[in-house]
């Protein structure tokens, strides 16, 4: 989250609770640009760029901050990206070969 503020996001978080020992929320993101990439609207700031990112060992973090690299200004760094590897082993080739 703290990453997209940096980005120029405006985020509100909301209905906090536990699904097991996982925790959740509703994550509500608001900005003023759209980028877009085949059927996947991301709304947001259009001026994003790049910086060291923690996903603190979450594959969905890790995936989402990859995406969204595609799109900085700069070079993104993210910690741990193997991590993905959790729930989608070919992540990283399959987003190679959509050649965003």
Known sequence: M????????????????????????EQLVKSQSVLK?????IEGNCHITGTRCHSHGDHRITMSLAIAALFAHGETIIEDPECT???YPKFYKTLAELKV
């Open 2 to 25: 703290e990453i997209l503020a940096k980005m120029g996001a405006k985020i509100a978080i909301a209905n906090r609770r536990k699904y097991g020992h996982e925790p959740l929320a």
């Open 37 to 41: 990439a085949d059927a996947l609207n």
């Open 85 to 87: 590897y959790i729930s």
